[in-house]
Nanobody, 113 residues
Framework: QVQLVESGGGLAQAGGSLRLSCAAS??????RGWYRQAPGKRRELVAG???????NYADSVKGRFTISREDAKNTVYLQMNNLKPEDTAVYYC?????????WGQGTQVTVTS
């Protein structure tokens, strides 16, 4: 069973940047994504990237966040620039294959004004 481990979360000020990483324990061929869940809200898609490299983003993060893959390390990244307080949430990465959807444990991102 593939395991996903997120890292890079923490505290940032508005306008600052953070880079999240999600490393898979083995082959992670499929669509990989970043989701977030703020207190009292439902989990929402932030960004996704397919095995072919096609990306998509939530409207709220377009122009600020970038998702990318480093296949040799089975790792997906989320570069977050120009952070806003409303970006505060637990961020989760996932992997979607033909047979299963796997989730990481999440990493907290807190943005202060």
């Amino acid at each position: 069973q593939v395991q996903l481990v997120e890292s890079g979360g923490g505290l940032a000020q508005a306008g600052g940047s953070l880079r999240l990483s999600c490393a898979a324990s083995g082959s992670a061929f499929g669509t990989r994504g970043w989701y977030r869940q703020a207190p009292g809200k439902r989990r929402e898609l932030v960004a996704g990237i397919t095995s072919a490299g096609r990306t998509n983003y939530a409207d709220s993060v377009k122009g600020r966040f970038t998702i990318s893959r480093e296949d040799a390390k089975n790792t997906v990244y989320l570069q977050m620039n120009n952070l806003k307080p409303e970006d505060t949430a637990v961020y989760y990465c996932n992997l979607v294959t033909l047979s299963e959807t796997i989730w990481g444990q999440g990493t907290q991102v807190t943005v202060t004004s």
